[in-house]
């Protein structure tokens, strides 16, 4: 089982970073390829809504020359793409939400071109927040599933931390095995998946 995990935190050594140690290591364990993202590294223009990539088939299209067609490569080579990022403003980082207002080069919908480039994927979520988790997650949470329904994705499930009092909130023994728990999961539940095919 592959899955790549895009990391939409601006830093290293950050919240988010911490709640993937666990989560990561459980997945290895498991067996799973991990392929890691660390999307700072890498340059994502915002869409130009200029509609290029719409009549463009069977490739991504997009007239911006950056990495955001590399990882979207990478996410649709994944039998699950996991999407982990602090909450800013209830929904992720501003390098996350270009690459996901880019995933519109991949859903050929508006124009002469048709199909989709990843037409099967399987997505979930890890965040960290300082508001409840509810408050904090839902916007975000709500633009995903409606996400993945646009493109006819799975959706599976979200795992979050809340942070009080900094790093020793994500390093407590109760946010390291929720994370181990939802590695398990969501490692079930993409096998049950592969089973049913």
């Not at 999407?83 to 508006?110: E, T, V």
């Not at 904090?136 to 993945?148: H, K, Q, S, V, W």
């Not at 023994?173 to 998946?193: D, Q, T």
Request: glycine share 6%; hydrophobic share 35%; proline share 5%.
């Amino acid at each position: 089982m592959k899955i790549c995990i895009i990391n939409g935190s601006p830093r290293r050594g950050g919240n988010t970073e911490e709640v993937l140690k666990p989560f990561r290591r459980r997945l290895a364990e498991l067996g799973a390829q991990v392929d890691d993202v660390f999307l700072a590294d890498y340059k994502i223009e915002p869409c130009v809504e200029c509609y290029t990539c719409q009549d463009v088939q069977g490739e991504y299209g997009c007239v911006q020359k950056d990495d955001a067609e590399e990882i979207w490569r990478r996410a649709g080579e994944a039998d699950l793409l996991v999407l982990a990022a602090p909450i800013f403003s209830w929904y992720c980082p501003s390098h996350m939400k270009a690459l996901l207002d880019r995933h519109y080069a991949l859903n050929k919908y508006y124009r002469s071109a048709t199909g989709q480039l990843i037409p099967k994927l399987t997505v979930a979520l890890l965040t960290t927040h300082g508001y409840k988790a509810d408050y904090a997650n839902d916007p975000f949470e709500t633009g995903i599933r409606r996400l993945c329904k646009h493109c006819h994705w799975d959706y599976a499930g979200l795992y979050s931390v809340r942070d009080v009092d900094g790093m020793p909130d994500m390093q407590t023994p109760e946010a390291i095995e929720g994370a181990k728990r939802f590695a398990e999961e969501l490692f079930e539940k993409m096998n049950v998946s592969r089973e049913t095919l």
